[in-house]
């Protein structure tokens, strides 16, 4: 069981942490921009990279992470490097990390008091630039943005349509595909092309 | 509800092995990196390990109880250095000392590893934890007999009570 | 209240900040203090430095100390800002000051308590007399000693309760895993506050506040009687549960001082007289301070065990909002940052309201010839 953890995680903690922070800003900041985390962490499997980079720089051992099935052999890795408390019930996560897109009206959308106590969903997905295309409006968008996005369930659309009306409540997404980040920002309208 | 993973190191999985693992572990974690690489001197080469966390100072939040014994409260945080490495072999070593000492940590996780080693626990015990434990016992005592000099020997004078 | 936005003085500050990292060296041409110097010899400013900037390292609280020039409410506020800095690995088990390795263990309601009086290093017996000797350098001469064995020492508090005269320890339901303590480092304070917090802001509390406080009960503001049951001193062994092990481990010593304040309690309806008693914790040799916080605890408790709430140090509100010394002297001091356009308008407001004076007075002294 010790092999879960034989893959160390950030090579300079402090750094490597606030170029993660500083990529996963960019693109909550400029929804549908894809931003590169660079190369230097190995992840362990099932989880890519940027999966783990984001994991490791967001969550803590204050926090509770639920892992869905596909992922739950990445449990003690993360639960070594970043100290976090593992809940094996999505609704009651801080941070929700999938590779199967949950329903996102079951994730805690925090109260119109505290809106930033809700979860955040970092879903991981096959790949970008290709697959269905949506349209981004919103904050942060002079004009429209397009993203593509493989592995996303039919009628995400609608759902985080949902999601975006309940405002300020509701769920941010930080989509990983290999090194890659890009990020809906609860505040985005998302429209499928 | 929520998930442990058994990342120990895996050899002290036996109670009897437990308690010995605390009991070196207790000792590494009240000793100076200084005082654990002379101690280290001598007993041959040290294997090139990997570390897998760490070196990394953080905050252990100190709990008391109220009244001394009742409910739980926040006292106040230390500082506390982990480390977690592996050995060649493959065994894995965790420290966690009080403080900021790097060194220190660094040096108490690769003795915990070589220490689940049977092989050479025996050395290790009677050149490190051994006399590590003397120094930090008889350090203790000191202490214990200057209070017990400050004990006050009550005497009643007779000639009052008469 | 308001604040300008002022450009500009950014010289003027740096030239401040030049100045006093040379006044805090002081004259070149004595030698500079060391953190290391400052642990050994000024453990007490240290210990202080600790208890109030909520964190335990003697080589952390000794460097705010210098950094600070002494003033230890400003090295608290420089230990609180870097604890801001690290992550926080685990929480302890709690702690068992019973296990302590005592080095002074006194009580002022039992004479001959197992285990006995132990003064340990302790001002009380001295004359408080300046000792000019200590303006040369000099070793004092080696502390007596005299064998002892290192069994624990049982707490005074246990002796009572053989005999159910004083108020349990454990209340059924204390160790609530559902619910864990209150932490005034990750959650503001907020009202009603339980014992939990109200133990936890002492601990870190101003000890001049904290003492005065303390003291008002005695004199008569919300008093009860209290005897000091037991103070202690000395290191406690701090564990911690690392998920990676799954079993306790020990991580050091740290040293404590606790009190135990037994006070009378004149019984409720369904409680009969008993003893009831109020606690003081905090980290490094503070004898003062965690007596007066077992006093400032008690106090707090009046609400709780059915006394009539009338004094300062019985106001829960009143005392958590104003122990702590690094929010007191944010407010306090924020005054002097510019409040040019607040007094601005206060000017002409005042300008105004004497006008209105003057003609007020002029239109009397006129209906008056």
């Known amino acids: ?193 | ?162 | 209240m308001a604040y300008v936005a002022v450009k500009g003085g950014e010289r003027a500050i740096d030239n401040a900040h030049a100045w006093l990292a040379e006044q805090r060296r002081g004259d070149t041409g004595v030698p500079e203090i060391a953190p290391r110097q400052i642990a050994e010899q000024l453990g007490r400013a240290v210990d202080r430095a600790m208890a109030e900037g909520a964190i335990y390292d003697r080589g952390l609280g000794a460097l705010a100390v210098k950094q600070a020039q002494g003033d230890l409410i400003e090295a608290a506020f420089l230990l609180r800002a870097y604890r801001t800095t690290l992550p926080r690995f685990a929480y302890s088990l709690p702690l068992d000051t019973g296990a302590m390795h005592v080095a002074r263990r006194i009580s002022a309601t039992f004479k001959d308590l197992p285990g006995g009086q132990v003064l340990g290093p302790t001002y009380d017996y001295t004359h408080r007399l300046l000792d000019f000797t200590l303006e040369q350098e000099a070793s004092p001469p080696a502390a007596a000693e005299t064998e002892t064995d290192l069994a624990p020492m049982p707490r005074v508090q246990d002796i009572l309760a053989q005999e159910g005269l004083i108020e349990p320890d454990a209340l059924p339901g204390a160790d609530d895993p559902g619910k864990p303590p209150a932490d005034l480092t990750r959650e503001p304070l907020s009202f009603p506050a339980g014992r939990d917090a109200r133990l936890q802001a002492l601990a870190r509390a101003d000890e001049g506040f904290v003492l005065a406080m303390g003291y008002s009960t005695q004199r008569g503001y919300g008093g009860s009687h209290p005897f000091a049951g037991e103070i202690r001193m000395g290191e406690v062994a701090i564990e911690i549960e690392p998920p990676e092990l799954g079993f306790a481990i020990d991580i050091g010593d740290i040293t404590l001082t606790e009190c135990q304040m037994v006070n009378q309690f004149a019984g409720s309806k369904t409680v009969p007289p008993q003893f009831t008693r109020g606690y003081g914790l905090a980290f490094g040799h503070c004898e003062r301070k965690a007596m007066a916080m077992a006093l400032a605890d008690r106090a707090m408790r009046a609400a709780e065990l059915g006394e009539d709430v009338t004094a300062p140090a019985q106001n829960i509100e009143f005392m958590l909002y104003h122990c702590d010394n690094i929010e007191a002297t944010g407010f306090v001091e924020h005054l002097k940052l510019p409040h040019y356009v607040d007094f601005q308008s206060e000017l002409e407001n005042v300008r105004r309201m004497r006008a209105e004076h003057e003609a007020a007075a002029q239109a009397t002294r006129k209906a008056a010839e």
């Open chain 1, 1 to 193: 069981m010790s092999d879960a953890i034989a893959i160390p995680g950030f090579a300079d903690p402090v750094a490597d942490s606030q170029r993660a922070f500083r990529a996963v800003l960019d693109a909550m900041a400029r929804p549908g921009r894809i931003a590169d985390l660079g190369e230097g962490l190995r992840a362990p499997a099932p989880l890519d990279p940027a999966t783990a980079a984001v994991a490791l720089m967001l969550a803590d051992q204050e926090t509770t992470v639920a892992l869905d099935g596909a992922l739950r052999d990445a449990a003690p890795w993360l639960s070594f490097h970043a100290g976090v408390t593992l809940v094996d019930d999505p609704t009651r996560a801080q941070f929700v990390i999938a590779s199967i897109c949950p329903d996102l009206g079951s994730l805690d959308a925090g109260t119109d008091e505290q809106p930033e106590t809700s979860a955040t969903l970092i879903l991981q997905v096959p790949g970008f630039g290709a697959g269905p295309g949506y349209r981004l409006s919103g904050p942060g968008l002079e004009n429209p943005a397009i993203l593509h996005v493989q592995g996303l369930p039919d009628g995400f659309a609608a759902a985080w349509q949902a999601n975006h009306a309940r405002y300020p409540r509701g769920i941010d997404v930080i989509l990983c595909v290999g090194n890659r980040v890009a990020a809906l920002p609860r505040s985005v309208s998302v429209e499928q092309l």
């Open chain 2, 1 to 162: 509800m929520t998930q442990r993973a058994d990342i120990s190191g895996g050899t002290a999985a036996t109670a009897d092995g437990t308690a010995k693992r605390r009991q070196w572990m207790s000792v590494l974690a009240r000793a100076s990196a200084d005082e654990i690489s002379a101690r280290l001197e001598g007993c041959g080469t040290l294997p090139d390990c990997q570390i897998l966390r760490g070196p990394e100072t953080g905050l252990v939040m100190v709990r008391g109880r109220a009244g001394g014994g009742g409910a739980p409260f926040n006292l106040g945080e230390m500082t506390v250095t982990r480390c977690t490495l592996r050995t060649p072999e493959g065994t894995v070593g965790h420290a966690y000392i009080a403080g900021r000492d790097k060194d220190a940590a660094r040096l108490a996780a690769l003795v915990d590893a070589l220490m689940q080693d049977s092989a050479k626990a025996k050395v290790l015990q009677a050149r490190v934890i051994a006399p590590l434990a003397a120094a930090q016992r008889a350090r203790r005592e000191a202490i214990a007999r200057k209070a017990a000099a400050t004990k006050v020997q009550f005497f009643t004078m007779s000639s009052m009570r008469t």
